[in-house]
Antibody, heavy 119, light 106 residues
Framework: LQLVESGGGLVRPGGSLRLSCAASQFTFNAYNMHWVRQVPGQGPLWLSR????????NSADIVRGRFTISRDNAKSTLYLQMNSLRVEDSAVYFCARESLGLFGAIDYWGLGTLVIVSS | DIQMTQSPSSVSASVGDRVTITCRAS??????LAWYQHKPGKAPKLLIYAASRLQSGIPSRFSGSGSGTHFTLTISSLQPEDFATYFC?????????FGQGTKMEI
């Protein structure tokens, strides 16, 4: 099973980035998916979740209106469109798969992609 | 938002030690609690879900307990590969929230 994030990098404040997460070796369209970020030395911060069909989403207040989660089940790919980026959005961004069943847990994570917002 | 508070923030231990980490939720979350292990440069790994259920492939020296607001992760006999950072996470209410982490050091 693989979750491979891409699209991170250096961007100026106010700029945009689109993160992608390529999933393989599992039935992507059967799972809810999440984005989580982490600043080194701090606890992770949950950002957003999309259901298996892509019709229902939830997002943290801190990114609502700026970040949009989406997915393409035909391509087994999860996305995070990040607009109006701020310096404090700098972090490692993880793509994550929610475990099946009503447990509220993440059973697989990617390695993450680094986003640096700086002028 | 539900606040998750872990203690201690770091622990120094030796191979073979029994170690317990605590996680407290700011409001009851039943058993919607997961524990993860994270090593630098690697993907976080799910250890425990539903407060006490061992994830497939995880050694039985790891165990979890608790419900409501008080939870614990216990490693019965520390192994060299267990030195990492551990964090808890509640998944009952959005936004899901994580503890700040406990760093296990030699």
């Amino acid at each position: 099973l693989q979750l491979v994030e891409s699209g991170g990098g250096l961007v100026r404040p106010g700029g945009s980035l689109r993160l992608s997460c390529a999933a393989s070796q599992f039935t992507f369209n059967a799972y809810n998916m999440h984005w989580v970020r982490q600043v080194p030395g701090q606890g992770p911060l949950w950002l957003s979740r999309i259901d298996a069909d892509g019709f229902d989403t939830n997002s943290a207040d801190i990114v609502r209106g700026r970040f949009t989660i989406s997915r393409d089940n035909a391509k087994s790919t999860l996305y995070l469109q990040m607009n109006s980026l701020r310096v404090e959005d700098s972090a490692v961004y993880f793509c994550a798969r929610e475990s099946l069943g009503l447990f509220g847990a993440i059973d697989y994570w990617g390695l993450g992609t680094l986003v640096i917002v700086s002028s | 938002d539900i606040q998750m508070t872990q203690s201690p923030s770091s622990v120094s231990a030796s191979v073979g030690d029994r170690v317990t980490i605590t996680c407290r939720a700011s409001q009851p979350i039943n058993t919607w609690l997961a524990w993860y292990q994270h090593k630098p440069g690697k993907a976080p790994k799910l250890l425990i879900y539903a407060a006490s259920r061992l994830q497939s492939g995880i050694p039985s020296r790891f165990s979890g307990s608790g419900s409501g607001t008080h939870f614990t992760l216990t490693i019965s006999s520390l192994q060299p590969e267990d030195f990492a950072t551990y964090f808890c996470q509640q998944g009952q209410f959005f936004p899901w929230t994580f503890g700040q982490g406990t760093k296990m050091e030699i």
